[in-house]
């Protein structure tokens, strides 16, 4: 048996299967996205743990032998987030999904740079993560 854990903006899915990949059960839990302002798109690191805990929760009700017989489990989740952590690795703010534009100014600035795109390979876009810790540089330096 083997445990599928997807951490995705909307939801925390989990997928259990046997040796020859069949499904044998599936769960998800809901996330909530917080949008305070036009182009932002946060999210509490701590809703993330608790739903999890939820949708395995609801796999080891209804699959308890199954469950007991986990031999790996693999994780995938969002991309390009900023999940900021201070010295005592306590989350510092909620984190920047993927999806928030508010560092449009620092991602052109950056982009502006050649040597961004040289070393990347890529445009630098505000949804990647270096935009969005410039932004929180400039606007919540504490």
Same mark, same amino acid.
């Given at each position: 048996m083997y445990l599928g $854990?997807?951490? @995705?903006?909307? *939801?925390?899915? $989990?997928?259990?299967? !046997?040796e020859q990949q069949k499904t044998i059960a599936t769960s998800s839990a809901a996330l909530n996205v917080q949008r305070p302002f036009p182009g932002?798109?946060?999210? !509490? =690191?701590?809703?993330w $743990?608790? *739903?999890?805990? /939820? *949708?395995? @929760?609801?796999?080891k009700v209804n699959c308890?032998?199954?469950?007991?017989?986990?031999?790996?489990?693999?994780?995938s989740g969002q991309m390009h987030g900023a999940t900021l952590l201070g010295k005592d690795a306590k989350v510092l703010r909620p984190s920047i999904l993927w999806n928030d534009t508010r560092s449009h100014r620092e991602a052109a600035h950056l982009?502006? #740079?050649? /040597?961004?795109? /040289? $070393?990347?390979? #890529?445009?630098?876009? =505000? @949804?990647?993560?270096?935009p969005k810790l410039q932004w929180v540089k400039h606007n919540e330096p504490e």
């Open positions: $854990i997807d951490l @995705g903006t909307s *939801a925390v899915k $989990i997928l259990l299967v !046997d932002w798109s946060e999210q !509490d =690191p701590a809703s $743990i608790k *739903a999890t805990e /939820k *949708a395995i @929760g609801e796999i308890r032998e199954q469950f007991s017989q986990i031999r790996g489990i693999g994780l982009d502006a #740079n050649s /040597k961004f795109r /040289k $070393i990347t390979g #890529n445009v630098v876009f =505000p @949804g990647f993560t270096a």
